[in-house]
């Protein structure tokens, strides 16, 4: 019985672990995604950091990206700059894995 507890143990460590190291990407993703929108936006400097940390914000109004996207979307009409949903979820997609590959070189 001992064996089936340590691979359920296993199992469960490793899920955290996943879940973690996602959470984590997500979030590095959005702030360069912020970053990047921030640019576009005429951010610079502490302007342009604290707009990262709106999208980073605007992640958890819901699951999934739709939030993010809808921020960034709203925010790029607002200010007139023309980026096209295929381009920013191109950015998005980028973004995800220069984050992905940034944790990888942390570890």
């Known amino acids: 019985m001992s064996g089936i507890d340590d691979r359920g143990d296993a199992f469960e460590n490793k899920f955290a672990h ?18 990047w929108a921030a ?3 005429g951010k610079t400097g502490e302007a342009a950091q604290e707009y990262a940390k709106e999208v980073i914000r605007a992640d958890f109004e819901e699951a999934g990206d739709e939030d993010v996207y809808r921020k960034i979307r709203a925010d790029f009409d607002a200010s007139g700059v023309e980026q096209s949903e295929h381009q920013i979820r191109s950015a ?15 570890a």
Not at 18 to 35: C, I, T, V
Not at 92 to 106: C, F, G, L
Request: hydrophobic content about 45%; cysteine-free; proline content about 0%.
């Open 39 to 41: 640019e576009l936006l």
């Open 92 to 106: 998005m997609s980028s973004m995800m894995a220069t984050a992905i590959e940034q944790i990888k070189n942390d």
């Open 18 to 35: 996943d879940e973690a190291l996602q959470f984590k990407a997500e979030a590095r993703r959005n702030k360069l995604l912020g970053l």
